[in-house]
């Protein structure tokens, strides 16, 4: 049986990696076997290109160049990592992919839709989610609660702006696709948003061994 491909997304400290964990941990004492992993990133050669996207000291980064960066890190991501897992039968469980491309650098920057959908089918070699959990919270709970982390990366020093249409990005892909995406309301607690997801990606696996 091929595996699940399982991806997160929504702006800024929407709450991804805190479900992701709960999530894992609930799926791997159910007996599945789950990996996790990130955009971009996820590999030693990613990793390095995320390091380059997102220091903040980059800032006269082009949209182009930022474009082509997160496209490589997804090739190497999927050829390295998403793919085998997939092959073997295994559950990914991926924070952020290519509908983040869609939202920051088309919604976002403004770059074409056209060249976005181009590269996305080049990076992705056609491996493509199976369910999407797209986690919404306005743009400025999510910042708050990102800021305290600490220093900004060269994405989160955006404005506020920007950040709006990355959101609106987003929502507009969980309209035109509602089979894959599904939108989670994450101002709720972190154990009630747990709860949503897990309604969703169970009802995804007892599909799938129907
Ligand atoms: N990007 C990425 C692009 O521009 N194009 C692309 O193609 C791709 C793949 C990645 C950046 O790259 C951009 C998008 C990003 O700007 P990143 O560091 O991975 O950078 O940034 P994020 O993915 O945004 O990760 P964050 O860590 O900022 O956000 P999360 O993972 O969504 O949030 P999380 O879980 O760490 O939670 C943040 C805080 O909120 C609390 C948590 O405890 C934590 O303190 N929290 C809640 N508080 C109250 N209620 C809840 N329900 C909460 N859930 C979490």
């Given at each position: 049986?091929?595996?699940?491909?399982?991806?997160?997304e929504?702006?800024?400290?929407?709450?991804?990696?805190?479900?992701i964990?709960?999530?894992?941990?609930?799926?791997?004492?159910?007996?599945?076997?789950?990996?996790?992993?990130?955009?971009?990133?996820?590999?030693?050669?990613?990793e390095?290109?995320?390091?380059?996207?997102?220091?903040?000291?980059?800032?006269?980064m082009?949209?182009?160049?930022?474009?082509?960066?997160?496209?490589?890190?997804?090739?190497?991501?999927?050829?390295?990592?998403?793919?085998?897992?997939?092959?073997?039968?295994?559950?990914?469980?991926c924070?952020?992919?290519?509908d983040s491309?869609?939202?920051?650098?088309?919604?976002?920057?403004?770059?074409?839709?056209?060249?976005?959908?181009?590269?996305?089918?080049?990076?992705?070699g056609?491996?493509?989610?199976?369910?999407?959990?797209l986690?919404?919270?306005?743009?400025?709970?999510?910042?708050?609660?990102?800021?305290?982390?600490?220093?900004?990366?060269?994405?989160?020093?955006?404005?506020?702006?920007?950040?709006?249409?990355?959101?609106?990005g987003?929502?507009?892909?969980?309209?035109?696709?509602?089979?894959?995406i599904?939108?989670?309301?994450g101002?709720?607690?972190?154990?009630?948003?747990?709860?949503?997801?897990?309604?969703?990606?169970?009802?995804?696996?007892?599909?799938?061994?129907?």
């Amino acid at each position: 049986m091929s595996g699940c491909f399982i991806t997160f997304e929504g702006v800024e400290g929407c709450g991804k990696s805190t479900q992701i964990a709960l999530l894992w941990e609930y799926l791997t004492e159910a007996g599945y076997d789950v990996i996790v992993t990130r955009e971009p990133g996820g590999t030693p050669i990613a990793e390095a290109i995320r390091g380059v996207l997102l220091n903040p000291d980059h800032e006269n980064m082009g949209p182009a160049v930022e474009l082509l960066l997160y496209a490589a890190a997804r090739a190497q991501h999927v050829f390295e990592k998403i793919a085998p897992a997939l092959a073997a039968g295994q559950i990914v469980l991926c924070d952020r992919f290519a509908d983040s491309t869609t939202a920051y650098q088309g919604a976002g920057r403004g770059l074409h839709a056209e060249l976005l959908h181009t590269l996305n089918e080049i990076a992705t070699g056609g491996v493509w989610p199976d369910c999407t959990l797209l986690i919404d919270v306005p743009v400025t709970v999510g910042l708050e609660r990102a800021r305290s982390r600490g220093r900004k990366d060269r994405i989160e020093q955006e404005s506020i702006d920007f950040h709006e249409r990355v959101r609106q990005g987003f929502l507009s892909l969980a309209a035109s696709d509602h089979d894959r995406i599904h939108l989670i309301p994450g101002e709720a607690s972190v154990d009630e948003v747990h709860q949503t997801i897990r309604r969703a990606v169970e009802a995804l696996l007892a599909a799938r061994v129907e």
